[in-house]
């Protein structure tokens, strides 16, 4: 500080410097700095401004480490800023202009104003001096952010090219927001973006933050669902499918080090897995990544994965067209790359096979994406052309091809998973998310268990009609992000009423407005059993598999919602149906000519006929029925009333009397 006054700048600037390296904290740190902002004055009014430009950028260093006079220290750094770095002042105003803008589209044209002006001052000769760097790579995000899915691949390439110029910190929360952005635009350009090329530059072992690796689930009601990838599995997933789509063989390093950390930190996680298939793929261990890809399939069903699976298979092109018919099947964005390797192979072999409708549709489906997007064809195309026979109208129903197809894929893959019988229980009608909010019918199945799941009979290759009481062998695999998933299905030999618990009811009458039975079980509750009039006769006992459909989940107010399901019922034997009606103790409270009056120990009365007894009943009698309660409500008042209904009568046991 005595040299400083003194005037001796260049004698204090050794011995702060000195200072600083023997032991660097917030005092030698402050030290350094407001001498070095002397130096830097005196050169700005000397006129040496590279001398002064060089000066503060040594100041900008030693901020971070000055503790409580940081804010001081930038206060004034940004006054000698504006004077030794060209555009500063006109940047700063730039960002503070838009920052502060609360109108979204004045916003939005500030931004790209602003990047515009960076841009020429990237492209001018001077370039753009080291103390803009950060609050260039501001506006570079910025502008990513306020172009969002508009943008086009050419300001794609501007913005990176300037990015890609700069010294920023590293790691930080801006560049970490850059490859978020970058991802994003990836997802728009698809192939015309090389990601690993970016990757490569962006430079993960020095950027990447901790932050970058974890993964987050919801916590609150509406974000209750799967755990959302970390930045770092979204690169890695990216750049191993765009090796996978360029047949790389040579994988990059940093490719390995990004999944060894991933692994370290979830060493069962699926897409852990999933990467370590991939990686024995482009690595060329077929044997071990076939094996891999199986395990993968069991717990993680995506389309991409059953194409990479059919490059396995192609010792078996039978095999092989299946997979690839499974990946068509499940795809639902035709746009995606990797689809045009998979039409054309599956193309191919269905040629090899003499399907050539089939391989026509497949052909006309590449040109016409190939011309939405302006792509050229590949040289396969035509060579594959001239193989069909003139003449040959192409299929139009690739859709159902595609299902019938994927069959002995999903026969091969799944062969291990143990069959669950299950019977279909309902179908409803479904409205999908994606696409387009479709509606379909779903299969609503229930295993003895009471496991309930849902699918498409079309997708399962199922006929056309009524399947409700129909019993399928099912087989189903569980993600960990979502629902059970039916992957394969087909008719069982077994009998439904063997497997599922039956109940004995008997038939009170025939609704012909509902076009129903009316019938109350053993258990005394109602049903109502949808069939013609001529199916049975009231009197009739019938027993049927009873499953519940939940329509309204409960809640803390209100129990849950159930709609009684009533499955393959059949007419029995009145002997064999009365022995499942509960024993119900009575006395006999009076009589008379041909009737007898009794009441159970619940207090419920009921009249029969004399002649349903073994023996003559008197009044005060003890006497054993088999039957069930009537509950009927006054139309009129809203009374509830009850009755017992008497099937058959015995004398009380001896032990009871």
């Not at 000769?125 to 691949?153: C, M």
């Not at 950027?207 to 987050?216: A, V």
Request: with cysteine; proline share 6%; hydrophobic share 40%.
């Amino acid at each position: 500080m005595a040299l400083r006054q003194e005037g001796d700048l260049e004698s204090a600037v050794k011995l702060a410097r000195e200072d600083y390296k023997e032991s660097p904290n917030q005092w030698s740190s402050s030290a350094l700095f407001w001498v070095l902002k002397d130096v830097a004055t005196d050169a700005i009014e000397g006129g040496e401004i590279d001398t002064a430009a060089e000066v503060v950028s040594e100041m900008e260093t030693l901020i971070k480490g000055m503790g409580a006079t940081a804010p001081m220290a930038e206060e004034s750094l940004a006054s000698l800023r504006q004077s030794v770095v060209p555009h500063f002042g006109e940047l700063n105003g730039l960002l503070t202009g838009y920052q502060t803008e609360k109108n979204p589209y004045h916003r939005r044209d500030q931004v790209r104003q602003t990047f515009d002006k960076v841009l020429s001052w990237h492209n001018s000769k001077e370039g753009l001096h080291k103390a803009l760097h950060p609050r260039v790579a501001q506006v570079v995000s910025d502008f990513f952010e306020s172009r969002n899915k508009f943008i086009t691949i050419e300001e794609v390439r501007q913005a990176l090219r300037i990015y890609l110029s700069l010294e920023i910190e590293r790691p930080s929360a801006l560049n970490s927001r850059i490859l978020d952005q970058v991802l994003r635009v990836k997802s728009l350009f698809r192939e015309r973006l090389d990601f690993i090329d970016f990757l490569t530059k962006w430079d993960p072992a020095k950027s990447l933050r901790p932050e970058d690796w974890q993964r987050s689930s919801g916590k609150g009601r509406k974000d209750r669902g799967p755990e959302t990838p970390s930045l770092v599995d979204r690169a890695l997933t990216v750049a191993i499918e765009e090796l996978l789509d360029r047949r790389e063989t040579k994988v990059p390093e940093m490719i390995y080090e990004l999944f060894t950390g991933l692994e370290s930190l979830y060493p069962d996680d699926r897409l852990v897995k999933l990467t370590q298939a991939r990686l024995h793929l482009l690595e060329g261990e077929r044997a071990t990544a076939l094996d891999e890809y199986q395990r993968v399939l069991m717990i993680y069903s995506e389309p991409r994965i059953w194409g990479e699976l059919a490059s396995l298979l192609s010792d078996d092109p039978a095999l092989e067209a299946a997979a690839l018919a499974k990946a068509l099947k499940e795809e639902t964005d035709d746009y995606e790359p990797y689809l045009l390797t998979v039409r054309l192979h599956y193309a191919k072999l269905l040629i090899d096979r003499g399907d050539y409708d089939k391989a026509l549709r497949e052909l006309r489906i590449i040109a016409q994406i190939a011309g939405e997007r302006g792509r050229k064809l590949p040289q396969s195309y035509e060579k594959m052309l001239e193989m069909i026979p003139e003449g040959t109208v192409e299929d139009k129903e690739n859709k159902a091809h595609y299902i019938l197809d994927a069959r002995p894929a999903e026969a091969y893959v799944y062969r291990s998973l143990a069959a669950t019988p299950m019977i279909v229980m309902d179908v409803i009608a479904l409205r999908l998310k994606e696409p387009m909010r479709q509606v379909v019918p779903m299969l609503k199945l229930s295993s003895p268990e009471g496991r309930v799941l849902l699918t498409n009979p079309t997708e399962m290759g199922l006929p056309e009609g009524d399947l409700r009481g129909k019993l399928f062998d099912v087989k189903f695999i569980e993600p960990e992000d979502s629902h059970a998933i039916v992957v394969h299905m087909e008719p069982s030999e077994s009998d439904p009423r063997d497997l599922f618990p039956l109940r004995v009811a008997y038939i009170t009458g025939y609704s012909q407005g509902m076009h129903a039975f009316h019938l109350i079980d053993s258990e005394s509750k109602h049903h109502y059993l949808p069939g013609e009039e001529e199916d049975f006769m009231i009197g009739d006992f019938v027993n049927f598999i009873l499953l519940y459909d939940t329509i309204r989940k409960p809640t803390p107010k209100r129990p849950a919602q159930q709609r009684a399901l009533l499955l393959a019922p059949h007419r029995i034997d009145p002997e064999e149906a009365l022995t499942d009606f509960p024993l119900v103790p009575a006395r006999v409270i009076s009589t008379d000519e041909s009737r007898v009056t009794i009441e159970t120990d619940e207090g419920i009365t009921g009249t029969f006929s004399q002649s349903l007894a073994p023996i003559e009943l008197s009044e005060g009698d003890l006497c054993t029925l088999r039957g069930f309660v009537f509950r009927k409500r006054d139309r009129f008042t809203g009374e509830q009333r009850s009755y017992f209904v008497t099937l058959s009568v015995e004398p009380l046991p001896a032990d009871q009397l």
